[in-house]
């Protein structure tokens, strides 16, 4: 974690290189900046909830069963009928 120390020395190096006026600027921009990406995320997530929702579910596919009629053959059926 930086400390109190450490943000004293980088706020006094920001002022000293960019100028006591760019300060709000800067912060301004950096404001905005966060705003954009957290928007983004958002609308991001957003999109993704919309095309699951979309999305069916897929069905379960069936097994064909399929039943073949015995048929005895004619020489089968005169054996039996006499």
């Given at each position: 974690?930086i400390?109190?120390?450490e943000l004293?020395?980088?706020?006094?190096?920001?002022?000293?290189?960019?100028?006591?006026?760019k300060?709000?600027?800067?912060?301004r921009s950096?404001?905005?900046?966060?705003?954009?990406y957290k928007?983004?995320m958002?609308?991001a997530e957003?999109?993704?909830?919309?095309e699951?929702e979309e999305e069916?579910?897929?069905?379960?596919?069936?097994?064909?069963?399929t039943?073949?009629k015995k048929t005895?053959s004619?020489?089968?059926?005169?054996?039996?009928?006499?």
């Amino acid at each position: 974690m930086i400390g109190t120390n450490e943000l004293a020395i980088i706020l006094i190096l920001v002022i000293v290189l960019f100028g006591a006026k760019k300060v709000p600027e800067l912060a301004r921009s950096m404001g905005k900046a966060k705003l954009e990406y957290k928007k983004g995320m958002d609308e991001a997530e957003a999109e993704e909830e919309e095309e699951e929702e979309e999305e069916p579910a897929p069905k379960p596919k069936k097994k064909k069963t399929t039943t073949k009629k015995k048929t005895a053959s004619k020489k089968t059926k005169k054996k039996t009928s006499k």
